[in-house]
């Protein structure tokens, strides 16, 4: 019996009863329901296993032992394997996953979520999985031994739409069902893309996750790009290690160290590095061994004593054992500020998407970007860049190169063929544009929030309701729960384990640390 769990059973004086009075049959059939519960992936199937196990009536904590002991069978293939599903807009798409060799089931064993860059091109390679081989990142759990899942992003199903979000919910949630992951030790990083990606998931989804990895991104980008709404006290809540490099040509360091240090001054847990380099991650080799170590030192607290959440909409108001489910239009409490930050972009973006299918010399047009100085220009999809300004450009690589040469504002001519013609384009890169790196639109809400033994106080501004979700290793359940919000006490009760919402929250969450057995409601 689990050592994590034997205490609940205790708590709940029922250990005895169980041994004596659980018939043997009763108690065999729905263990084998739940362990056909907890492997199913089809809904329907799920919902009759379900309700067979609820039938049973079993005790909830004997439940709990068996999801959180469960056997994990050796896996039928390792190393690097590609997989597919079906996302919310109805369009499958691959994803990678790999097995340590030395994975037997066993253990539970850590998993790196690793986002890729460029996720906003409009398509997927047709070969992908050596895109996943190749990545330095991935390299990091191969190196260590850890499940890791290379999920591709595209235009549409990027790291911070609905599509995109979803897809690495669902991705998660798949590989805890079939592999023994260590749910406190599972980490998101990711360079360029990916790393605007991870800290966009700190602010607004980190409830999974144990540390994340933000190498060569930008804060913003998951507000300015994605519309989403995303708060820099929120990173007090995870660890992020986080790099930028001196001469990036769409995030240096010079640009993004206000932000970095604006997150800093209001609680963020950011590790934060610079490094020489352009936008290349040649500075890989020195720092994914710092990386490796920083996750090797950061397990996820599943019960945080103290959490600090700032939103403006309930869909992405939880943050580990408490949610926001309504936001008011009352004015803010005084220590309840609006946290930005003013950037200067200096970044010099053509404004056009590569044709990946193109192999000749030059850079092909896939998509030409609205507002932008390619769209300003003339430039057009199709059209093979050849030379700018006095620089030829053979490959991506030359284009990178001249990009450091110039600045805002410059003249600039580009050299295109189009339908095997020389065209010739000018015109002026747009002047240095100061921003603020997060978009606000709606009012936020925020709580500053501690438990302990059985009490939470909860400092509020502008919430109209909210959720505590209830965990044995967090309250005991036979007595009384004191909540107070600003002061004033708005529950003093005792709140019982119901083992139906118990395995509905395992089955949408697939989180053995985290088996909640109920939930308590308030409105204010």
């Not at 926001?324 to 998407?353: C, K, M, R, Y």
């Not at 978009?439 to 959720?467: K, T």
């Amino acid at each position: 019996m689990g050592l994590r769990l034997l205490p609940w059973a205790l708590i709940c004086g029922l250990f005895t009863i169980a041994l004596s009075t659980a018939p043997v049959k009763a108690q065999s059939d729905w263990e084998q329901s739940l362990e056909a519960l907890i492997a199913a992936d089809d809904a329907a199937r799920q919902e009759e296993l379900l309700e067979e196990v609820l039938a049973a009536e079993p005790f909830w904590w004997e439940v709990a032992l068996l999801i959180e002991e469960q056997e994990y069978a050796a896996p039928t293939e390792t190393g690097f394997n590609l997989r597919h599903s079906m996302c919310t807009d109805e369009v499958e798409r691959p994803w990678a996953l790999y097995v340590p060799p030395d994975y037997d089931g066993s253990t539970p064993t850590p998993l790196f979520v690793v986002l890729h860059g460029g996720v906003s091109t409009p398509e997927i390679p047709e070969e992908p999985l050596p895109w996943a081989e190749e990545s330095v990142l991935m390299q990091l759990a191969v190196e260590r031994g850890w499940l890791a899942v290379f999920p591709y992003g595209q235009d549409g199903a990027t790291w911070w739409d609905e599509v995109g979000m979803a897809n690495i919910n669902n991705i998660v949630c798949t590989v805890k069902r079939e592999f023994n992951v260590n749910d406190d030790r599972v980490y998101m990083g990711g360079y360029s893309d990916g790393a605007s990606g991870s800290f966009c998931w700190a602010m607004i989804d980190p409830t999974d996750y144990a540390a994340f990895a933000a190498l060569s991104g930008h804060l913003g980008v998951g507000s300015l790009d994605g519309e989403l709404p995303t708060y820099a006290p929120n990173l007090a809540n995870t660890a992020i290690y986080a790099v930028t490099s001196f001469e990036d040509q769409l995030y240096a360091s010079d640009q993004m160290r206000p932000s970095i240090e604006m997150a800093l001054d209001v609680g963020a847990d950011i590790f934060y590095r610079e490094q020489e380099g352009l936008h290349d991650f040649s500075y890989a080799g020195e720092e994914l061994p710092l990386l490796g170590k920083f996750f090797g030192r950061h397990a996820r607290d599943p019960f945080p004593q103290h959490i600090v959440w700032e939103t403006a909409t309930s869909q992405y108001g939880r943050c580990r054992w408490l949610a926001i489910d309504a936001i008011t239009g009352e004015q803010a409490a005084p220590w309840h500020q609006d946290h930005n930050a003013i950037l200067a972009d200096s970044s010099i973006i053509i404004g056009f998407v590569p044709d990946h299918t193109y192999e000749g010399e030059g850079m092909a047009v896939g998509e030409v970007m609205e507002d932008t100085f390619a769209e300003d220009t003339g430039l057009l999809a199709g059209d093979i860049v050849v030379r700018c300004n006095e620089t030829p450009i053979v490959s991506g690589d030359d284009l990178w190169e001249w990009k450091s040469t110039v600045s805002r504002g410059d003249a600039i001519e580009l050299e295109v063929l189009r339908e095997g013609q020389s065209v010739v384009l000018s015109g002026n890169l747009p002047p240095v544009l100061n921003y603020y790196i997060f978009a606000r639109e709606l009012p936020s809400a925020c709580v500053r929030a501690r438990f302990m033994g059985n009490r939470v106080d909860i400092e509020a501004s502008r919430v109209g309701a909210l959720r505590l979700f209830i965990h044995p290793e967090m309250f005991r359940l036979e007595r009384p729960i004191m909540v107070t919000v600003n002061g004033a006490e708005v529950f003093n009760g005792t709140v019982e384990a119901d083992l139906e919402y118990m395995l509905r929250n395992y089955l949408q969450h697939r989180d053995r640390s985290l088996l909640y057995v109920a939930e308590l409601p308030i409105e204010l």
